[in-house]
């Protein structure tokens, strides 16, 4: 018995779908999604990482190929020359270790800024300047920041939330 990961293709919008059908039939599954805050509140919240497909732990030579390709909302594994693809146990793991990063990061933005809070900017052409926080705007991960470039003049700047870092001061 080998059990090894395996991409599998889902018809388009069907990876939650497909998802809970492998596992009512005892298939592990590894669905990555990222938490995301979108601009309307009724959107989704949770995005695919890889859209249409996701990953399947399975033993080829105990579950037959054929009835991972016909489950419903399933398009088959993804396979080279006939012949699925397994996918190393290291890029599943480090996968999962880098989307848990990104969604605890994206659930503690909301708190991790607020306003007068001073900022360092990381990216982009205001790179290396200091600044304001003064508010998270509507869009996916964006803030407003008051960067004094002329005369101490604070100019509002919008950008990505991940550009910026809080400044410790002492």
């Known amino acids: 018995m080998t059990l090894s990961w395996y991409a599998m293709r889902s018809k388009p919008n069907?990876?939650?779908f497909l998802a809970g059908q492998l596992q009512a039939h005892?298939?592990?599954v590894y669905y990555p999604v990222l938490r995301v805050n979108p601009v309307n509140r009724r959107a989704r919240k949770l995005r695919p990482?890889?859209?249409?497909?996701?990953?399947?732990?399975?033993?080829l030579e105990a579950v037959n190929v054929s009835d991972l390709r016909w489950m419903p909302?399933?398009?088959?594994?993804v396979s080279f020359d006939g012949e699925p693809a397994s996918v190393p146990d290291l890029l599943i793991a480090a996968l999962r270790k880098q989307i848990d990063l990104h969604n605890?990061?994206?659930?503690?933005q909301g708190r991790n800024f607020r306003r007068g809070d001073i900022v360092l900017i990381q990216?982009?052409?205001f790179a290396g300047y200091e600044a304001v926080f003064d508010?998270?705007?509507s869009g996916e991960e964006r803030v407003r920041v008051l960067l004094s470039l002329l005369q101490n003049r604070q100019m509002p700047?919008?950008?990505a939330s991940r550009q910026i870092r809080r400044v410790k001061r002492a």
């Open 14 to 16: 069907k990876e939650d």
């Open 26 to 28: 005892g298939v592990e």
């Open 49 to 59: 990482y890889f859209p249409n497909y996701l990953f399947v732990h399975v033993d």
């Open 73 to 77: 909302g399933a398009s088959g594994l």
């Open 104 to 108: 605890e990061t994206v659930r503690d």
């Open 123 to 125: 990216e982009g052409p």
């Open 135 to 137: 508010t998270h705007i």
């Open 157 to 159: 700047v919008e950008i």
